[in-house]
T-cell receptor
Framework: GAVVSQHPSWVICKSGTSVKIECRSLDFQATTMFWYRQFPKQSLMLMAT?????????EQGVEKDKFLINHASLTLSTLTVTSAHPEDSSFYICSAAEGANQPQHFGDGTRLSIL | GQQLNQSPQSMFIQEGEDVSMNCTSS?????WLWYKQDPGEGPVLLIA?????ELTSNGRLTAQFGITRKDSFLNISASIPSDVGIYFC????????????FGTGTRLTIIP
């Protein structure tokens, strides 16, 4: 089955640091990947759609200069939280579908804590 | 962003009981999915529904795609301890590479 892997699973860093999170499709190619953010006791909210070889599409209210997305290959998308601040602390999760008619599968998420 | 209305928000049941939860939307979706999330992990796909009126089972889980395409239901029969977690519905305009809109979640707790 389709497996999506995220790395790292947990990050703690100081305010002002930039943090990169990787999302990989392990056994399939994904032209599109999605990045979600989930605050405690809340649902998943889509941040952006990552498109291989082109610019990401950001949801309304998400700062594209703060959350940089790069989808340089068919198996890897990265999310970089630039100059992170405590309010950026959250659970970041990516997803991808194996094909146009397949459901999305999720990575195990990255817990980001900014001190 | 938009969220789907999911109810109940939480459930406290005894092992062996059946569970029902539902998800409603003000707009139409062409695909409905149900996921389960354990603490500190990503959501895991339970059931995917692609056709209005469709009824699909996965073991003790049964989900239905509402005929109006604005709602979906998930039932769990004979609950067991590992059913504990948060259940999310998600709607999608189309398949695969379209973004998901998630429900608010139903937290299932099993009382010993």
């Amino acid at each position: 089955g389709a497996v999506v892997s995220q790395h790292p699973s947990w990050v703690i860093c100081k305010s002002g640091t930039s943090v990169k999170i990787e999302c990989r499709s392990l056994d399939f190619q994904a032209t599109t990947m999605f990045w979600y953010r989930q605050f405690p006791k809340q649902s998943l909210m889509l941040m952006a759609t990552s498109n291989e070889g082109s610019k990401a599409t950001y949801e309304q209210g998400v700062e594209k200069d703060k959350f940089l997305i790069n989808h340089a290959s068919l198996t890897l998308s990265t999310l970089t939280v630039t100059s992170a601040h405590p309010e950026d602390s959250s659970f970041y999760i990516c997803s991808a579908a194996e094909g146009a008619n397949q459901p999305q599968h999720f990575g195990d998420g990255t817990r980001l804590s900014i001190l | 962003g938009q969220q789907l209305n999911q109810s109940p928000q939480s459930m406290f049941i005894q092992e062996g009981e059946d569970v029902s939860m539902n998800c409603t939307s003000s707009s139409i979706f062409n695909t409905w999915l149900w996921y389960k999330q354990d603490p500190g992990e990503g959501p895991v796909l339970l059931i995917a529904l692609y056709k209005a009126g469709e009824l699909t089972s996965n073991g003790r889980l049964t989900a239905q795609f509402g005929i109006t395409r604005k709602d979906s239901f998930l039932n769990i029969s004979a609950s067991i301890p590992s059913d504990v977690g948060i259940y999310f519905c998600a709607g999608q305009r189309d398949f695969g590479n379209e973004k998901l809109t998630f429900g608010t979640g139903t937290r299932l707790t099993i009382i010993p």
